[in-house]
């Protein structure tokens, strides 16, 4: 069961904490503290094991990841000592990190990162492929009647001034390279109508989107909390302060727009309706690769008594996302070989904005997670 | 249906808010905010109605109902306009509140009080009274032989030197008056054997214990987070400041101990440890009516990242309380009414640290819960 | 010393709780707590009582004084026992607020203003009247060459398109009626070259602008902390969640950036450098009347060591600013009679953004405000 | 200048980060960050440079302190790359940390302390000493009749069985020596009558005590602000969560109630009343080396309406003291050298419990202290 993990972004902090902890698992080194799939009720021997699972990927910058976790370390993101202990692996993984092409038409940049995909697998022997976009957040896209077939969209890429998010051209050179796609960001993705069609035509299982790694996850118990308990929520406020590369992406208006709404989403959704306040996304860049967020909820209670809670919630986005994306190929890559296709709902679990699922509740998520893995041979 | 709910305790704040809103619930002059049994999942025509309730219970102390609800209007726990609409009727339910009895031995105290629960059906030709706990919370106790079994028990409480606390003189009196029993406050209540003995012969259903109203309902939702995210909480600390009546019996450190206890299990039996760290209890009369918690978690991710979180709510506790005292009478009457005898353990979810129940999560306790009244007919 | 007292937005919240609050204090109903003028270090004689000063005002509402703090009392920020007792001195108080006038001009409308508080000082008799604008925030203006003189400024108010602030408006019309002004909000007000020359010429005091009633208070006394213990800022972010009618008129872009340039200066000028981050307002109609503002500081200390501190402020803008009205309208009368003209840095303590003067620390401040009272007559 | 600084307590983590950052500072490896004599109000010629400190000091452990310095840089209080640059400078410095020497009666102990530094003070060719107490926070003690002058005192340590808290024998051992003493701590060190008395035999002034590092430096300019804007605290609550070895001591009762005391001293002083509340301080070793402290202080503004704020302080407690520890070493030296003799109380800004001085605002206790180095030649 050697599986590939081909990594969009994969000189990006997520993608280098990733595979930092990944070696270092496999070298005993140290312990899966945050992977979700080490719970007992998930334990599963038709998941690949973390030995099994090999890295490679895509970027536009070319810095050895050597000296991307270097700077992970420095930052307090991943300790130094375990990247000091395994350069020579961290080196061999740079050798399959390509630098993302260039191309006249979505069409030929496909191809090449569809070519790549596969000289990864040949050289690797890998039984399957799950790709992974790690990749900084794009801003949401307008719908175009290109995106709705799979013949259109064909048509569409091979002409020069087709603009197609480029986490959109990741899912369709994976679905072409018969891989599995997982989008770990609020990008666009797999989400058209034409990858979809693609998807299903491949036999290929896809998941996403955008990974719940903190204020939201904190959300997705408390709002459950209020609605169980019949409290009102009469507003509820948020503002992330985030220091890292994201959070420059994030800032932009566009950008920040496709993630609060995603934020906000879980609200509506697990309480019945939607209190007063927004969730504001702020880069701080003195915050370096931590990232602070602050809740304000205040409720009525029974003959309406006001009351209120806040929290605050200071994490590493890094440290939270990469155990998720160890879980998220595992599972993917045992989805695709029980043969399932199209959108992976059961995975909601893992993301803000899940695919095909609507029970936003984390305890829920979890048992329909549970079942599932237990369902994988 | 008629269904007397007699309250222990029935001019403190929990039982006076009680009293106001299923006052005002039957006259239609507020909504069920913060009723559990009215979430959809849990609405079930098995349950008597608001509107069949009817209060009675003893006392210490005799301030007017009318009085009592009229200093927590300027406390700001209940609408001032609802206690002057609802003038007459808490006046009639005034005529149902007995001093509680003195009594050379706690069986001649237990006789009187049950003579006035008897006393309280038969004028109101209830189908069954479900006695609530809602008095100030005792210190714990030391275990005794005369606890072990009805028998032993019995012989006790016949001789003047016999202490057996308040709580479990009126679980004594509720069974060997037919009646359910609900224990909302920590205290001993039906928790000896001896009581136990009594109800299961009696044929009586009981529950409790300890009402999670404010801090521990959020570590019951925030504890299975970091569980299933497999997030390793290194340290949880809390502090609990609380200006009401209650405050100061808890300040006292035997009832400080009991309840902190409670507090903290929930920790270790969700997390599968228990992290460094206490629940502290403190008195501060300037803060009135409202409780103010503050928690710190501070967690460890992936490769060891250090992390944190932290919460502050301020609630008010009667508020909280008292619609769940409607939840817990309805509940439990309905569960006498379909032959349930002994703890009833789904109705964990109500409480700190409930009887006969180990899930502490508070989602896998709310579908418990369900199941419990989607039996009930 | 008969003073008027003369409210620009007299029928707003921070209008009429200072007209309630001072009605209170003169029938012996109330504390002056939160006025500053009671400071053992700066009570004193040469300082109009109470008792002393008569309210009028404009608005553009005509709601009546007693409806408005009915609805505060409602909203929790004035006590409903205080509004009932005072219902014929509001209605008195009604009589004397005129609804701001229609014009066709700038100089049109600043002549009908002129001509009320003229009538106003006349009917009681007062030895001089104070203007104090809290109507809503105004956006930033553009600056023109029109507000550069006193002559090319009363040329361009006769003008039908000349475009004045509502607050430079009232401006013009006190200093043309011979009376002291204070901008308690951050619009343009007196902040003018012409009008600044119409003050001087007519030897009148102003002050300003912007009262210091909640985060920024608190910036006040941290900053200087960090700053005399040389810990270095690295970002200091905050956000201020507010319900009430001034929120929506922040949430306003234009009026927010004004808002929150203000809000961010105490830090630069402080501390000597600008940490990351930025100061937002955001308008959650669910917080009612009350306003929560939460800042993030993260701070190094020696060998560089990341520490961090966070606040939250949870507070009643009207309550915290009708005192401070009281005070300055006390404090600018006397300075008035002193024969002070143009712009009072000696109260920069009550200012976001003090005219003037470029110490923001509040000790400092208040320790000038001392001084600057002890020399009053 | 050459000033010898002689530790007790000099293994310790304050000890350690102060010798590491003043040897880093002569090494041009930092910045001053914390130092408060850096600020341009205190910045003098009169004060020794970091260049001419010279360590030593008393410890009861004899570990190296490279690998004191070593587990500091594990846990993140001091920098790796500093401990690894250092390692020759610290091993210099560990040539004059003397174990605390053993002895029959305080007399005895006193004496070989004294040799200790005399022989220190000789080897470096200092022009003086000063000695500071930064060891572990002994019990409050109870007062003696020996205490109360020097003739008993002396008469009581030539005892076996007299015991005299290890501070205060460090303290007789300065005076002795001829060296100022300083106490970082609220033990009891130079605070007995018969120490003021062989203090001032010896023209030797003296400083103290409890620095004031996190929770109390806050307090210390938000109490003011209340005052100074006659704001109502109703209640003011604190926990202090800790997890260094001080923290293990503090958790113990007595030394518990000492440092309580002193950390809500600056409440009363300062506001002119007490409000409801106390402080707390726990040990959770899961904390390491930071410290995490929460205030709630709710307060009254005009007409009474209720508000609240919120602080957390989390922070490095050794890294906070350390730079005041080189502050006080070289001003008190400074001090000495002018001739001051007694009490400091102008160093006020320095301490919790500040010796001979009651104004606890920060801003009032900085002019102090400026104003005093101006005053040294």
Redesign the interface.
């Known amino acids: 069961m050697r599986t590939g993990v081909w990594l969009v972004g994969a000189r990006g902090s997520v993608a280098v ?1 990733s595979i ?2 990944a070696v ?1 698992l496999r070298a005993g080194l ?1 312990e ?5 799939t ?2 007992p009720r998930l334990r599963s021997d038709a998941l690949p094991g973390y030995g099994d699972l090999v890295f490679g990927g895509h970027d536009v910058v070319n810095t050895a990841l050597v000296k991307r976790a270097e700077a992970l370390a420095a930052a ?5 000592r ?1 990247v000091a202990a395994l350069h020579s692996e961290l080196s061999a993984v740079d050798d399959d990190v390509r630098q993302m092409p260039p191309g006249d038409t979505a069409e030929a940049v496909a191809a090449r990162l569809c070519a790549d995909i596969d000289t990864f697998r040949q050289k690797h022997a890998l039984d399957r492929v799950v790709v992974v976009n790690v990749a900084s957040t794009e801003p949401a896209i307008v719908a175009q009647s290109a995106h709705e077939s799979l013949t259109e969209l064909r048509r569409a890429m091979a002409l020069p001034d087709f603009a197609l998010p480029a986490s959109s051209v990741a899912a369709y050179a994976a679905f072409s390279a018969g891989c599995a796609y997982v989008d770990f960001t609020p990008s666009t993705g797999a989400r058209l109508p034409a990858l979809h069609e693609l998807a299903t035509a491949n036999r290929l299982p896809y998941a996403g989107h955008d990974g719940k790694t903190g204020e939201t ?2 959300k ?3 709002a ?2 209020f ?6 929520a ?2 509820w ?1 948020g ?1 992330n ?1 985030l ?1 890292g590369g994201d959070g420059a992406t994030l800032a932009e208006p566009a950008a920040n727009a496709a993630k609060s709404a995603s934020k906000q989403r879980v609200l509506g959704e697990t309480l019945g309706y939607v ?4 969730t ?1 996304i ?1 880069y ?4 370096g690769d931590f990232k ?1 967020a ?1 809740d ?1 909820v ?1 409720f ?6 006001a ?10 986005d890094s ?2 996302a ?2 998720l994306v160890l879980d998220l190929a595992r599972l993917t890559a045992a989805a695709h070989r029980n043969g399932r296709v199209g959108p992976l709902p059961e995975l909601a ?1 893992f993301f803000k904005d899940p695919l095909g699922a609507t029970d936003h ?4 998520q ?1 048992d329909t997670l549970a079942e599932f893995t237990a369902s994988l041979t």
């Not at 307090?76 to 130094?80: L, S």
């Not at 209190?275 to 927004?278: A, S, T, V, W």
């Open positions: 904490t930092v902890g270092a140290t899966p503290v945050g992977c979700v080490e719970h307090g993101v991943v300790p130094a375990l996850l904190v997705s118990v408390l459950p909390m609605a169980m308990r019949r409290l009102q009469t507003s406020s503002i302060l220091g209190p007063d306040g927004n504001r702020e701080v860049p003195g915050l602070t602050w304000l205040t009525n209670g029974f003959l309406g008594t009351m209120r809670m806040e929290f605050t919630w200071h994490g590493c440290a939270l990469a155990p679990f509740g984390l305890a829920a979890f």
